[in-house]
């Protein structure tokens, strides 16, 4: 338990030190300040005055006696986290294969709002995570000219800031949810972007086949493979580098484990990164650890591919 739902830990939640829809999205203020310095080890150190918001865990939280304990210190997340395992294991019963099981998970989410589906529990935090997705690109170089897709786009709580500022006809959201599709086009209404003409397409794995070849300077995944089992990874590594312009860069969030790999009620994945280096070296991608953004104040770490 404990860590059993969620999407995107969010800026205020991480801040605040509380969680954020449970699961991924918040860890208490002690697990941060613990893991912040074994996160120091395995980084160096970040420099004079960065605070670092670093996102490692050495927790099991698949594993009984972890869930107990949280239990008996969190005796108010007993009957949500109850309430999700019921639901969650009526959808894996209906829907063996992942991405239906998660497609399902995301539309009874989305039913609700939207918003919270990609884990964000307020407007403001929805905005906020999606701003930092934005400047964190920006700084790295995202140029109006580049063509941009995102994998897993939600309902665009940061695609409507990249397609606002790309040229028109730049951006390309991919989301194996059509619900949360749909929101996503309410959200590009609200924000006024038809004439930018962005692409929004479902999809069921991740191949994809009907995009050209070394098209995209920008491949984006924020809080994807956080909630994705590994084939569904690597299935996406074996395809990204055919889309990847040759100087292009695939950025990736993911949940970071110093621990034992594991997951929690198959939404909320944990992986070292050595893992997922080595997996992508595998298919052709060489990678790098982004260490400036574990100063941004999000639960998170990031993996920079590009081709070997
Ligand atoms: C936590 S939300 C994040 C959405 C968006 N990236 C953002 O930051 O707001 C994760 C999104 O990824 C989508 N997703 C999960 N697994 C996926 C997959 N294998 N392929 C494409 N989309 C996926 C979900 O449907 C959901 O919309």
Redesign the pocket.
């Known amino acids: 338990m404990g860590k059993a739902r969620g999407?995107?830990r969010g800026l205020a939640g991480v801040r605040a030190g509380v969680r954020q829809r449970g699961g991924s999205e918040a860890r208490s203020r002690r697990e941060q300040a613990g893991s912040a310095a074994r996160t120091a080890r395995w980084l160096g150190p970040l420099g004079p005055g960065v605070v670092n918001f670093a996102s490692v865990t050495t927790k099991d939280r698949e594993n009984l006696l972890y869930q107990l304990r949280y239990a008996m210190r969190n005796p108010a997340k007993v009957p949500p986290y109850a309430r999700r395992l019921a639901r969650d294991t009526v959808l894996r019963l209906r829907n063996r294969d992942h991405?239906d099981y998660?497609r399902a998970v995301?539309k009874s989410d989305a039913s609700r709002s939207a918003e919270a589906a990609?884990?964000s529990k307020s407007h403001a935090r929805w905005l906020a995570?999606?701003r930092m997705?934005f400047d964190y690109l920006v700084e790295h170089g995202l140029r109006p000219s580049d063509r941009m897709l995102?994998?897993?786009?939600?309902n665009l709580?940061?695609g409507r800031l990249f397609v606002d500022y790309l040229d028109a006809g730049n951006y390309y959201g991919?989301?194996?949810?059509p619900d949360?599709l749909i929101a996503a086009q309410q959200t590009l209404v609200e924000d006024g972007l038809q004439n930018k003409v962005p692409h929004l397409t479902p999809?069921r794995d991740?191949r994809f086949e009907f995009l050209p070849d070394a098209y995209f300077n920008v491949v984006h995944a924020?809080?994807?493979f956080s909630?994705?089992p590994l084939p569904?990874i690597e299935e996406c590594f074996a395809h990204v580098g055919r889309v990847l312009a040759p100087r292009g860069f695939f950025d990736f969030t993911f949940d970071r484990t110093e621990g034992r790999e594991h997951q929690v009620l198959r939404e909320d994945f944990y992986y070292r990164t050595e893992t997922l280096l080595k997996l992508a070296q595998r298919h052709g991608l060489r990678g790098r650890f982004m260490a400036d953004w574990e100063k941004r104040p999000h639960g998170q770490s990031k993996i920079r591919l590009g081709h070997a």
């Open positions: 999407r995107d991405v998660y995301m990609v884990g995570l999606g997705q995102e994998i897993g786009c939600g709580r940061a991919l989301d194996i949810s949360i999809v991740l924020h809080s994807v909630h994705s569904v």
